[in-house]
């Protein structure tokens, strides 16, 4: 594979791998608000409540999922590094480069709708 397209693959996973470690730092802080929040709050409904404990177990799916994509680019950074070298099947690289693209697009997505889920929530429960 031409060295110019690894190149590439790497500065495209780089800048993934940036924006997904700035998502992971953003989930605790949006739980850290959340709990500061109704902390104040005395009397809480249990429909709250569940509600609550709805949003936290997504937003720690999410965070697990993505320290399982932070791997897989790492991994695919190993692979484009091997490529470089001659080592490997272009075909094999390129299509495992285009399968991690889509996952990080889906936990993309699925990170905003977390966060606007959070910030609806927020928004009528306050």
């Known amino acids: 594979m ?7 693959f790497m500065k495209e996973n780089d800048a993934w791998d940036d924006l997904i470690s700035r998502q992971c730092k953003e989930i605790p802080q ?13 009397n809480i409904d249990e429909d709250v409540t569940a509600s609550m404990d709805l949003l ?14 932070r791997q897989h680019l790492a991994q695919q950074q190993d692979l484009l590094a091997v490529e470089r070298k001659g080592d490997r099947y272009p075909v094999q690289t390129l299509m495992s480069q285009n399968a991690l693209r889509e996952r990080i697009r889906d936990a993309e ?8 889920n ?9």
Request: one cysteine or more; aromatic letters at 8%.
């Open 56 to 69: 936290r177990n997504e937003m720690h799916l999410q965070q697990s999922q993505m320290s399982e994509i």
């Open 2 to 8: 031409d060295g110019k397209i690894l190149d590439l």
């Open 109 to 116: 997505r699925k990170f905003l709708d977390l966060k606007c």
């Open 30 to 42: 949006l739980e850290q608000m959340i709990s500061t929040i109704f902390s104040r709050k005395k």
């Open 118 to 126: 959070y910030l609806n929530y927020l928004a009528s429960a306050v």
